[in-house]
């Protein structure tokens, strides 16, 4: 049918086999230990779902993080130096999240799967999807973190794999280098503001109370025929991003918050027979919560919007195939929540999310296609 975007009729309940389900996705068991004042370690297991070699879905163990921290030192004025070693958090991921807060509603930027290529299986007329992320949130390696006097500024450089907490079946020898950086400009005032409120036992003050950018540079690539090209082709992957945070409190309750980000990746892919390709993806998000300032309600009602705009293929000389090509290509993400917070480590809350995309590409239970698929969730989220 060349009408249809894929060039055929698209197959019924190609995303889901029903309209609700009840699932658990990740468990995560933290365990960090104080060895010393200095050193630190982390052991997190991780355990997921997905399908077993037979097509059945099941739960698995993998280590998400294992490492050893070591700060040797620490002043009084803010200043610090700290090194990690072993199964590594990312340095960008985490910290856009403390700004956010809603991980559990929807991945940051920099973290969710995107929709990178599609193909269609001319028997059955099933879609098979590629997706893909920014960065993984863990990876194998080595990083040292200095922030500077005053906490006005903290500056992380790592050396990594570049594969992956979950890809371990290769070594890049080349190594991945990861630069990140964050900017406080304020930090000197609110801290003197925070300082005389705790003097008159408040718990928070008015105005603006955070001021954030950041920014992070990512160069990653391997030996010649590393990535198994006949040719021996280099596989280039170049990353760089921004961010910025402002909060602003009401007067004696309720704030809104401002977060944004973008994220930007060139890659070489070499190949056996054709020429190389390369292309790149930009994206960019913005992340709102407003707490109305109704001093009765405490600061437990929010309101959270979220909005992503990314392209997988901003260039000439690179197509994925079929519906994810070019600038066929490009797909938003639209979420809004309301959230009840009956705790500090505690979130319940609805939210309506939107992905839509140039190509009608979503499958509606009547077997017809659209551009858009709307869900709504109910969940909560525990963080402790």
């Not at 990178?116 to 040292?144: E, H």
């Not at 021996?232 to 918050?257: A, E, H, L, P």
């Not at 009956?342 to 551009?371: E, I």
Request: charged share 20%; proline share 4%.
């Amino acid at each position: 049918n060349a009408a249809e975007p894929f060039g055929y009729n698209p197959s019924t309940n190609q995303f889901e086999t029903s309209k609700n389900t009840f699932y658990l996705e990740r468990a995560y068991i933290n365990i960090n230990a104080t060895i010393t004042p200095e050193i630190k370690a982390r052991f997190t297991p991780d355990v997921y779902q997905a399908k077993d070699s037979s097509g059945k879905t099941q739960y698995f163990y993998q280590v998400k993080f294992a490492y050893v921290e070591y700060t040797p030192l620490t002043e009084d004025n803010g200043t610090s130096l700290s090194f990690q070693l072993g199964v590594i958090p990312n340095t960008w991921i985490p910290n856009v999240e403390r700004y956010y807060g809603y991980r559990g509603m929807m991945k940051t930027l920099a973290d969710y799967s995107f929709v990178t290529s599609a193909k269609v299986n001319s028997s059955t007329g099933a879609v098979t999807r590629t997706s893909s992320s920014f960065f993984s949130t863990a990876d194998l390696g080595a990083m040292a973190k200095f922030t500077f006097p005053g906490k006005y500024a903290d500056l992380s450089l790592s050396v990594l794999n570049g594969n992956g907490f979950r890809d371990q079946s290769f070594d890049n020898r080349f190594k991945d280098i990861m630069l990140t950086g964050f900017i406080y400009p304020l930090a000197g005032e609110l801290k003197a503001k925070n300082d005389a409120a705790k003097k008159l036992n408040k718990n928070r003050i008015d105005g603006i109370s955070d001021l954030t950018i950041g920014g992070y540079a990512y160069i990653g690539k391997q030996t010649n025929g590393e990535y198994g090209v006949a040719n021996g082709g280099q596989f280039n992957n170049t990353k760089f991003g921004g961010m910025f945070n402002i909060r602003y409190n009401f007067d004696k309750s309720g704030f809104v918050k401002l977060t944004g980000e973008l994220g930007y990746e060139s890659f070489k892919v070499p190949n056996a027979v054709t020429a190389d390709s390369s292309y790149n993806s930009l994206g960019f998000a913005g992340y709102l919560e407003f707490c109305p300032p109704i001093e009765q309600l405490k600061e437990k009602i929010s309101l959270v919007g979220v909005y992503y705009n990314f392209n997988p293929d901003n260039s000439s000389d690179y197509s994925p195939v079929y519906a994810f090509g070019g600038n066929n290509a490009k797909q938003s993400v639209l979420a809004i929540g309301l959230y009840f917070k009956p705790a500090s480590v505690l979130k319940l809350g609805v939210n309506y999310q939107m992905n839509h995309y140039d190509n009608n590409v979503v499958v509606k239970y009547d077997g017809t296609s659209t551009n858009s698929l709307n869900r709504i969730f109910v969940n909560g989220i525990l963080d402790f």
